[in-house]
Nanobody
């Protein structure tokens, strides 16, 4: 499975960005498609997960500000990020997971200026 993420960039605090990830290859269901992030000096953090059967979970740090959505027909997962703050600055990674598959995208940088 290949994952291609896009949509990162530089935004001012309070602004919004939308990340997109498209999966291709040997995609099987059920699966989870998720967004993780890693900030400098910090551990990788799972911020949002969307299962192919409809279950969605968010990290407390983004709940109410970020929205994950996926389109199973297009094998895409998007992350709408609102009310961004400097603590959201990180490299964001798309992940595809099944019990027998685990793939990562190359990441996209999000930088939030104060």
């Amino acid at each position: 499975v290949q994952l291609q993420a896009s949509g990162g960039g530089l935004v001012q605090a309070g602004g919004s960005l939308r990340l997109s990830c498209v999966a291709s290859g040997s995609i099987r269901r059920p699966n989870d498609m998720s967004w993780y992030r890693r900030a400098p000096g910090r551990q990788r953090e799972l911020i949002a997960k969307a299962g192919s059967e409809g279950v969605i979970n968010y990290a407390d740090s983004v709940k109410g500000r970020f929205t994950i959505s996926r389109d199973n027909t297009k094998n895409t997962v998007d992350l709408q990020m609102n009310s961004l703050n400097p603590d959201d600055t990180a490299r964001y990674y798309c992940n595809y997971w099944r019990h027998d598959q685990n793939y990562w995208g190359q990441g996209t940088q999000v930088t939030v200026s104060s």
